[in-house]
């Protein structure tokens, strides 16, 4: 009864789609191919057949199309959470240019946790994804990235920087953004320069940038300090960061590896009672736009989200259609805000001791 079930539903498609075809003016293959791989349609073409579809009310049907061809066109993204802007904008250019190629998105979220990216993996790959797009904790100490070797599914990163498993990866450099955001404080005059993460465990991303500031602070003969690290990612702790904003060495400048981490950092310092920036700078790490919209307007080193979210999709498209994929690292930039300042000891470009 199922085949002859699936048999009746393709033939009826196939109806609909000759109705579609000739209400648009253009060959059944031709119809059928807006559906199915719309990219390969002049613009106008490809309106007069959705136009047509939409007033027949003709839905493609998508079981019968994945029995033909092996695709589901859909596309699996597992990202660590939906609450950081950079990850919902990142996560809105991929849609759109899935779209485009006619694929859908199967997305999960993961917590920064591994346990719950094993998960959310096989369950991707039950649903017969035809490929993956990951941000995961930790890249190359990841049992699932390990598996994934062996499974004929195409998969791109976003984000990670692996060292040791050759998996093509999307993302900015981490270690050379977070080197020029030191840079940048540092010719201001601060030389009591601290950096704030979350749980280093879990984001080889900021295990990057700690690397790219301990880099810059001994290339000026300066204390680089262990990391400042926070309970959650996206949340500062007074009663952590506190210790090291008293005596003679306090801190005079803050690098936080994200920047909603960055805001809740400027937050508790504003609570506390301390001035930003004139006792303290903070640079926060990812250019989200609510930064620029609040006072003092956040300093931080930009990774364009949407253009990572469009390069992740086209290189797993290119991996799909087997072409040459592109570049992987996209470019920062670094946005001045009103969160920094030269510090309480400098007037000018005179240090005072």
């Not at 692996?162 to 981490?174: E, F, H, Y």
């Not at 960061?241 to 590896?257: H, R, V």
Request: aromatic share 4%; hydrophobic share 40%; net charge positive.
């Amino acid at each position: 009864m199922i085949s002859i079930s699936l048999v009746h539903m393709e033939r009826k498609t196939v109806s609909d789609l000759i109705s579609v075809a000739k209400l648009a003016g253009v060959s059944r293959a031709t119809a059928a191919r807006a559906f199915s791989n719309p990219t390969l349609l002049r613009q106008a073409t490809l309106q007069k057949v959705m136009a047509a579809s939409k007033q027949l009310g003709f839905r493609p049907n998508r079981i019968a199309q994945q029995l033909r061809t092996k695709s589901t066109k859909i596309i699996g993204v597992a990202l660590p959470t939906l609450s950081n802007p950079v990850f919902a904008e990142q996560l809105q250019a991929m849609e759109t240019v899935a779209k485009q190629h006619g694929y859908s998105l199967l997305v999960a979220t993961t917590d920064y946790q591994p346990a719950q990216e094993a998960d959310v993996i096989e369950n991707m790959l039950r649903q017969q994804v035809d490929g993956l797009v990951l941000t995961v904790a930790d890249a190359d100490n990841n049992t699932v990235l390990d598996a994934l070797q062996w499974e004929d599914i195409p998969t791109v990163l976003v984000h990670n920087q692996p060292q040791r498993l050759k998996i093509p990866t999307i993302c900015v450099n981490n270690y050379r953004a977070m080197y020029d955001a030191t840079c940048h404080i540092q010719q201001l005059g601060h030389r009591h320069i601290g950096m704030i993460a979350g749980p280093m465990w879990q984001s080889d991303r900021a295990r990057l940038r700690y690397a790219g500031y301990c880099h810059a602070m001994n290339l000026k003969g300066l204390a680089a300090l262990p990391v400042i690290e926070m309970p959650k990612h996206t949340q500062s702790c007074f009663t952590t960061l506190q210790p090291y904003l008293l005596g003679e060495n306090a801190l005079t400048a803050l690098l936080c590896s994200n920047d909603l981490l960055a805001l809740s950092t400027i937050g508790s310092l504003l609570r506390a009672g301390y001035q930003v920036p004139q006792q303290i700078s903070v640079i926060g790490f990812d250019g989200i736009d609510l930064g620029q919209h609040l006072y003092p307007s956040l300093c931080s080193v930009v990774q364009p989200g949407d253009k990572l979210g469009r390069q992740a999709v086209e290189s797993l498209l290119a991996l799909l259609n087997g072409q040459p994929l592109l570049p992987g690292t996209v470019t920062h930039h670094f946005r001045v805000g009103e969160s920094t300042a030269s510090p309480p000891n400098v007037q000018g470009n005179v240090l005072l001791g």
